[in-house]
């Protein structure tokens, strides 16, 4: 189930219809920051959350701002942050597993596109430290996610690793609570 979006543009992004989205920027190229109504999501962001790696260049390429929050008070990097593996993408790793590790090639494509993701997103202006309205912070979501590939990408543009969410959390208290060793390995290193 996908996300229906009130303007076309955050629409083509997020549904990586590529051809609409150079035709709609090339028509109207101020268009390129527009708000959803709904959501507050930029272009940048729909296209983030759906994790259309093209699109985010091309968005970038043009001048897209990264450090436009939607109404959630979310960047472009919380949405990345907090990418992982979809339902689909477990299904065939479960089941093409057993034939010929395709399953596992599978996994490692995703997580290869969720790091150029991230290297895309924290190439631009986006603020690395932004909170959002549950006061979590891109780091918080990628300890959540147990995305540990993309950890360092964060702690390599030094993001905050003392900032406390809503329920008082540190990233380092989200991967201890979660018991995710080689995040807090990771954590503890920086810290």
């Known amino acids: 189930m996908g996300i229906i979006y009130s303007e076309p543009l955050c629409q083509a992004c997020y549904d990586n219809e590529s051809s609409k989205v150079y035709e709609l920027i090339r028509a109207d190229g101020r268009n390129i920051d527009v708000q959803d109504a709904v959501s507050g ?9 759906a994790g259309n790696l093209q699109v985010v260049k091309f968005l970038l390429d043009k001048g897209a ?3 436009l929050r939607n109404k959630k008070k979310r960047t472009c990097l919380h949405y990345v942050a907090k990418r992982a593996f979809s339902y689909l993408d477990f299904l065939l790793i479960i089941i093409l597993m057993p034939i010929l590790l395709i399953g596992y090639i599978i996994m490692l494509e995703t997580q290869k596109r969720n790091v150029k993701l991230m290297n895309l ?34 702690l390599a543009r030094n993001v905050k690793t003392s900032i406390k969410n809503e329920k008082g959390e540190t990233p380092l208290d989200v991967a201890k609570r ?7 390995k990771e954590l503890k290193k920086e810290g």
């Open 178 to 184: 979660l018991k995710f060793a080689k995040i807090i």
């Open 65 to 67: 701002d990264a450090s």
């Open 121 to 154: 997103a924290l190439s631009s202006n986006v603020d690395v430290d932004a909170v959002d309205y549950k006061g979590n912070t891109a780091l918080h979501y990628t300890c959540q996610n147990k995305s540990h590939n993309l950890v360092p990408l964060l």
């Open 41 to 49: 999501d930029t272009p940048l962001i729909a296209a983030c959350r």
